[in-house]
């Protein structure tokens, strides 16, 4: 049985980016939905539509590509795990490349970037890093 699902979702992205697949599909849940919308929101996916099969559901997330099919998902890292939680304030929150990746981080308003964070000077647990 598997107990870490975004790392589960984590793995499937980066093993798509991988191949070369244009589609991937990861379980359903409200935490993986909300990731989803982050990197849509931040230009690392093209689309993303979840279909419900009668359990959980299905995210079928489009990778993006450009004319080279150079992935814009460069790098994917879990941070928090289920049996070493790392939370950190608002202040402390780390930059993901200098700027150009993004800390996924669940706070008290939700699931929010870490530049979103600071602006609100929230702090919460840092679920993963998107480069």
């Keep these: 049985m598997l107990t870490d699902q975004i790392a589960d979702m984590f793995n499937r992205i980066r093993n798509a980016v991988q191949a070369k697949k244009r589609t991937v599909d990861v379980p359903a849940s409200k935490i ?3 990731i989803t919308r982050i990197l849509f929101e931040n230009h ?6 979840f ?3 009668g359990k959980q559901g299905v995210i079928k997330i489009l990778l993006k590509y ?3 099919m150079n992935n814009s998902i460069q790098g994917l890292k879990r941070v928090s795990t289920p049996g070493r ?4 304030g608002a202040s402390e929150i780390p930059r993901v ?4 990746g993004i800390a996924i981080v669940t706070t008290s308003k939700g699931v ?7 602006k609100s000077n929230i ?5 993963g890093q998107v480069w």
């Excluded at 939680?85 to 950190?88: L, Q």
């Excluded at 929010?112 to 600071?118: F, G, H, L, V, Y």
């Excluded at 702090?123 to 679920?127: D, F, K, L």
């Design 123 to 127: 702090g919460g647990e840092i679920v």
């Design 97 to 100: 490349r200098n700027g150009m």
């Design 51 to 53: 279909v419900d099969d």
């Design 85 to 88: 939680k790392m939370y950190s």
């Design 112 to 118: 929010m970037i870490d530049r979103d964070c600071r």
């Design 32 to 34: 993986k939905k909300e």
């Design 44 to 49: 690392f996916i093209s689309k993303y539509a």
């Design 66 to 68: 450009d004319e080279d």
